[in-house]
């Protein structure tokens, strides 16, 4: 289990998190919404150690983190690819940092590549891939070290409606037969819906929790034409908007 | 792309452009300061089946790429530490930038004194003014790496040994090459210049000797070498930074 405990950041003296509070439970999915530039990218910086809190602590089953850890991947803004790095690379990289052998962290890497649909890419760098493949591949990376936790930090942002659909619904599908909890922030209300099995709305700078909803019908490939959908979608846009 | 089939069509054209400037000039001087293009090459083709020639030019060479390669292994690591050591680069950076803008030719004659007249006190010199390109030139490379790419190797759990190797070292390696490169035309001016002084040996000294006994058509063999050995050089560090770089030559699909 994940908790993140009363969580507080700023940096050069401007506050940019306060007081954000959660537990993310085993096979729950969480998404974090909030207006662009509120602290969300901070707040997951904080779950993933790659930054320190001024106040509060994560603790990943009652154990701190303090640092990056292989328990927690992250898919970072802008698929956090290595340009210089071909595809499998790229995704065999955490495993390589682990120490897992060259054969054995290729042959998971090729395999986790052709569960999210890249085959036969290996070898090409990220530039020839586009957007819709780059994000792909950092999902491909995200879950090939089979951490306990994945972070995304608005994964699907800079993609077209349609790509971004399908990408959602691929990490949908990747997220049904693993189980990983995650956490997703973003500021698309429609993508939290289809992706978060509890939705946490953020005030804006400094990010403050304001509101969580439960979101029942998280997992329905279709979830937006539902009419549960339609009355959360519209609470959301009630709460944010007297917010943002 | 990797390949000899570009430059060599590149150059073809080049050369006869030149070539047709040149015919040019030589009528219009009366073609003895600056002979003709077809007296030249055809003197020029002759000396290559010369042994004097190809000694001259591989003196010139030796000096030329092990300045190249002294440059590159002292320079490039150090560009690399300061670039991603604030503390170190906080010390260093004032020294380098102080000294940057000195010419550093003008202390050959005390590398003469230190180094003596054989090939250490001109490989060092050449070296040292090629060295401060690359330094410099990788320094900045490194600091302009996004932030992004140490994320997310930290985000994997990666160590300090592995963020050198997967992002400082690839991501320094294009400034360093692009330094090397541009720096070819600078290691051959500056090799012309201390081959001029205490040698009997190397392309400079063969132009300079001709020039004294006012035999311009070796003068010309010799800059023709010159030239021809600062286009190799050239094409071998663009050939290296290709093979090491791929990742740089492709086109983003977006």
């Known amino acids: ?244 | 792309m990797v390949g000899w089939g570009k430059p060599i069509i590149h150059y073809s054209a080049v050369i006869l452009v030149l070539g047709l400037l040149w015919k040019l000039a030589a009528m219009a001087l009366g073609g003895v300061i600056l002979p003709h293009p077809e007296e030249a090459i055809r003197v020029f083709g002759y000396a290559l089946t010369t042994q004097i020639f190809w000694e001259h030019f591989l003196v010139s060479a030796f000096r030329a790429v092990s300045a190249m390669v002294l440059a590159w292994v002292l320079a490039f690591p150090l560009g690399l530490i300061m670039g991603s050591m604030p503390k170190v680069d906080r010390v260093f950076a004032p020294f380098v930038f102080l000294t940057y803008p000195i010419p550093k030719i003008v202390l050959l004659p005390v590398f003469l004194l230190l180094l003596g007249l054989g090939n250490s006190s001109k490989i060092a010199m050449i070296g040292l003014i090629l060295g401060y390109q690359i330094l410099v030139t990788t320094r900045d490379g490194v600091k302009s790496i996004h932030p992004k790419y140490y994320d997310s190797v930290r985000s994997l759990g990666g160590s300090h040994l592995d963020v050198l190797r997967e992002v400082l070292l690839p991501a320094a390696l294009p400034h360093g090459f692009t330094a090397l490169r541009l720096g070819t035309g600078v290691s051959v001016a500056v090799l012309f210049f201390v081959e001029s002084f205490a040698t009997n040996r190397g392309l400079g000294y063969m132009i300079m000797d001709a020039w004294g006994a006012m035999d311009y058509l070796t003068m010309f063999t010799g800059i023709l070498g010159m030239s021809l050995m600062g286009a190799i050089l050239y094409e071998i560090a663009n050939f290296m930074e290709k093979r090491a770089c791929k990742w740089m030559f492709l086109r983003n699909k977006g």
């Open chain 1, 1 to 244: 289990m994940l908790e993140a405990v009363s969580l507080t950041k700023s940096y050069g003296g401007k506050s940019v998190l306060e007081d954000v509070s959660f537990t993310l439970a085993q096979e729950e999915s969480l998404a974090v919404v909030g207006p662009s530039g509120c602290g969300k990218s901070t707040l997951l910086y904080l779950l993933g150690g790659l930054a320190s809190p001024d106040d509060g602590t994560v603790l990943l089953d009652n154990v701190p983190i303090l640092s990056p850890t292989p328990d927690i991947s992250i898919i970072l803004q802008d698929y956090g690819l290595l340009p210089w790095r071909t595809i499998i690379d790229n995704v065999a990289l955490g495993l390589k940092v682990q120490g897992v052998p060259k054969d054995e962290r290729l042959e998971r890497a090729r395999a986790q590549l052709a569960e999210v649909g890249i085959v036969g890419r290996d070898n090409d760098f990220p530039a020839s891939l586009s957007g819709g493949e780059q994000q792909r591949v950092a999902i491909a990376r995200a879950f090939v070290s089979r951490p306990r936790i994945m972070l995304l930090d608005e994964p699907f942002s800079s993609l077209d409606a349609l790509t971004r659909e399908r990408l959602q619904q691929t990490l949908l599908s990747v997220w049904k037969q693993r189980r990983v909890p995650y956490v997703l922030v973003t500021h698309s209300l429609e993508e939290a819906v289809t992706l978060g099995k509890r939705i946490m709305v953020l005030s804006d700078r400094p990010a403050r929790q304001v509101a969580v909803f439960d979101n029942p019908g998280f997992g329905n490939e279709c979830i937006l034409e539902t009419e549960g959908c339609f009355e959360l979608l519209k609470e959301l846009r009630r709460t944010v908007e007297a917010l943002w």
